[in-house]
């Protein structure tokens, strides 16, 4: 018999140890989380789990270090393919060899967990994402997302590099590409707080080799390269943030509001928001020909433009270069302008999880 306590803690433990942390929480909030997701058998595998960026390691090399659980191989097996399918680990198949690993809490299994929310489950993550870490965690200050303009914001612009160009990052990918319910929009549901922004759903993207574990598990619906730009577009006229994987060669594509998903709504309370986000713009007026008709303050996500004096302010440590204002003005009185100091995201995922393992550890050794 698993000991819960124990496991559960040993658990947290490890996950604390990965490139994005999962610390110790005030009155405890992350091992109610953990038990919430996790059986005690669940818990006691996944302390026995590697992390990467994909899953590296097959049934064989995993088995050994659980023979005290007194299961066969098989029985292994079945545990942790039901562990892929809640969304617990992450898992990959190339023709009949599967690979697990574990994943971290964010990107990770909270995603993980489309169409599987409950409101016990959501009552658990709110408690998580609203009790603070015990120890102060510092931050690496390299993103998981990053923020690139929508397209009719940067028309206008002499160059804009292809990793801020959200059309050639697609038709650089070779896919598969699937199209995903918004997990932040589905807890919202449940809580009866219905997204402000959009009444579609299924418009989180998926690309690349993550998206191959989807289609397996049956977590999106995969879609053609025409009909994702098409999904795309329906995504920028409806005012959302394009929040990509901070990549080069993306893995997904987050459409994010103000009302709902986390990677806004967590910071907007900060003194300054724009210090949370990886943007290589800003959006600038022109005074001369702004209207003062406020629509650019009725769709910034981040309320980041306000009036004054019947003219548009922006106001610069919250605007994170989106270009949803500069696509909605009709007098033309707003433009996009890139940041002095340009941001270049890794190349890949394996790249940037890399970057952000390295930075942790400096900071850690620094702290000591």
């Not at 789990?49 to 659980?66: C, V």
């Not at 106001?315 to 707003?334: H, K, P, Q, T």
Request: hydrophobic share 35%; glycine share 6%.
């Amino acid at each position: 018999m698993v000991e819960e306590v124990d496991v559960y803690r040993a658990l947290q433990r490890h996950m604390d140890k990965f490139p994005i942390r999962f610390p110790e929480r005030e009155g405890g909030a992350e091992i109610h989380l953990l038990k919430r997701l996790f059986t005690p058998l669940e818990a006691k595998i996944a302390t026995q789990l590697k992390w990467t960026p994909y899953p590296s390691e097959t049934l064989d090399i995993i088995y050994p270090r659980l023979k005290d659980t007194g299961m066969s191989k098989e029985e292994l097996g079945g545990v942790l393919d039901e562990m892929a399918r809640k969304g617990l680990i992450m898992y990959l198949k190339d023709g009949e060899t599967k690979y697990y690993g574990n994943a971290l809490w964010a990107i990770g299994i909270y995603e993980f967990l489309v169409d599987k929310l409950t409101e016990d489950i959501v009552a658990e993550i709110t408690r998580f994402h609203n009790s603070p870490p015990i120890q102060k965690i510092p931050r690496t200050g390299i993103g998981q997302l990053r923020t690139i303009p929508i397209e009719q914001s940067i028309m206008r612009e002499d160059s804009v590099a292809h990793y801020d160009d959200i059309r050639q990052l697609i038709e650089k990918s070779k896919g598969p590409f699937i199209l995903i319910n918004c997990i932040c929009r589905q807890a919202k549901d449940i809580e009866g707080k219905p997204c402000k922004a959009t009444n579609r759903r299924d418009l989180c993207i998926g690309i690349g080799k993550i998206t191959k574990m989807y289609i397996e598990l049956g977590w999106g619906r995969e879609v053609s390269k025409e009909e994702l730009l098409d999904t795309i577009r329906q995504n920028e006229e409806e005012g959302l943030v394009l929040q990509p994987s901070n990549t080069q060669e993306i893995e997904f594509l987050c459409s994010c509001c103000g009302c709902c998903c986390a990677a806004i709504v967590g910071t907007k309370g900060a003194p300054r928001p724009v210090d949370f986000f990886t943007t290589n713009y800003h959006a600038e007026v022109a005074s001369d020909l702004c209207s003062g008709c406020g629509t650019c303050v009725q769709v910034c996500q981040m309320d980041a433009s306000t009036l004054a004096e019947e003219t548009a302010t922006i106001d610069l440590e919250r605007c994170i270069g989106c270009g949803v204002c500069v696509a909605s003005c009709s007098s033309d009185a707003l433009k996009l302008v890139k940041k002095e100091k340009v941001q270049i995201p890794p190349e890949t995922f394996v790249d940037l999880y890399t970057q952000i393992e390295q930075r942790r550890r400096e900071l850690e050794k620094d702290a000591k």
